[in-house]
């Protein structure tokens, strides 16, 4: 019965054009693209110098066991889909060239967001930079705090303080203030 449960959850995948798999090289994430159709896999990488690695090749090879054991579970999996094959740690590999580069050290996972977002399976959608990764990583909280598929209602939420919270020390830095504030004295006394 188990088997059967974790088989349903993968035959939506076989449904899709493409899947994107969001991968990680140590520090560094980037996009990998199963598409089907051409038998490909697409690299979408905001540092082409950093290849992937086995991650690449173990993720599609336990994906490939999956579907395997997904079709020998159930016969009508052959039937649903358009996949030529299940072999996908054997499909070629296209790394994407020409696709925004990142210009600091900690943007890779927003760049991944991005190129999920607007790849096409041929080119980006929308053209992107640096600069407006920089304004989406700004962004993105609000997003997600205020989507519909949020299931906190924020409007709703009390802006008093909780009654568990520890109280913040506010002395020293209010001393500090009112010394500033206070023309010719040095400990905000008159």
Known sequence: MEKLRWVTKVLPYLKHDMIFLALNRGLHWYVAVIIPEERDIQILNSIPSMEPGDELQQTLEGIAAYLR???????EVSKSHKWPDYDVHLWSRTTIKNLPKQKDQSSCGLF???FIQYWT??????????????????QLPCDMLYSGKNKIDVRKMSKKP??????????????RKRTEDVPGTLSGED
């Open 69 to 75: 054991m997904a079709e020998e579970t159930l016969k």
């Open 112 to 114: 991944v967001l991005l």
């Open 121 to 138: 399976g041929k080119k980006l959608s929308k053209k992107f930079t640096q600069k407006d990764v920089d304004i989406y990583r700004k």
């Open 162 to 175: 909780d009654a568990d919270a520890v109280p913040a020390r506010r002395s020293s830095r209010r001393k």
